[in-house]
């Protein structure tokens, strides 16, 4: 009898969490909307506080806490737990970037060994497993 497989562990990019959140799936590759159906979903607690800035300077209406509510109840999104001194300390590895936000992110789901879906070509060039 063979292994059952356990779903991936999928981290969320900030403006696919918005997507989703405005109902937008159909902005979202095909590849990326299957491993949304199959995945684990997470948030890196770095996209929250990213989300929480956008809407502070009015790119996004909904509040953060809004937006994170909405797809726990919708989704099952869960935010990872990872000590914030260990992505950090990740983070500081990561020199491709000088995006505060996307240096975290990366870090984490890095840490975490799960994908992260992300449109950013910046992103997926340096992070094997983001995936668009």
Same mark, same amino acid.
Request: glycine letters at 8%; hydrophobic letters at 45%.
């Given at each position: 009898m063979?292994?059952?497989q356990?779903?991936?562990i999928?981290?969320?990019?900030t403006?696919? $969490?918005m997507?989703?959140y @405005?109902?937008?799936v159909? %902005?979202?590759? #095909? $590849?990326?909307?299957e491993?949304?159906i199959?995945?684990?979903l997470?948030?890196?607690p770095?996209a929250e506080?990213?989300?929480q800035?956008?809407h502070e300077?009015?790119?996004v209406k #909904?509040?953060?806490? %809004?937006v994170?509510h /909405?797809?726990?109840?919708d +989704?099952?999104? %869960? =935010?990872? @737990? +990872?000590?914030?001194? @260990?992505v950090?300390r990740? /983070? +500081?590895k990561?020199e491709?970037? =000088?995006? #505060?936000?996307?240096? +975290?992110?990366v870090?984490?789901a890095?840490l975490a060994n799960?994908r992260l879906?992300?449109?950013d070509?910046?992103i =997926?060039?340096h992070y094997?497993?983001a995936t668009w």
């Open positions: 063979g292994r059952v356990q779903p991936e999928v981290y969320l990019d403006h696919i $969490l997507w989703l @405005d109902g937008l159909e %902005k979202i590759s #095909p $590849l990326a909307q491993y949304l199959t995945g684990h997470h948030l890196s770095m506080l990213e989300l800035y956008l300077i009015g790119r #909904p509040t953060a806490q %809004k994170v /909405a797809l726990q109840i +989704l099952g999104l %869960k =935010r990872g @737990d +990872l000590s914030f001194g @260990d950090v990740h /983070a +500081l990561l491709w970037t =000088r995006d #505060p936000f996307d240096r +975290l992110i870090a984490e890095s799960a879906i992300t449109r070509e910046t =997926r060039m094997q497993l």
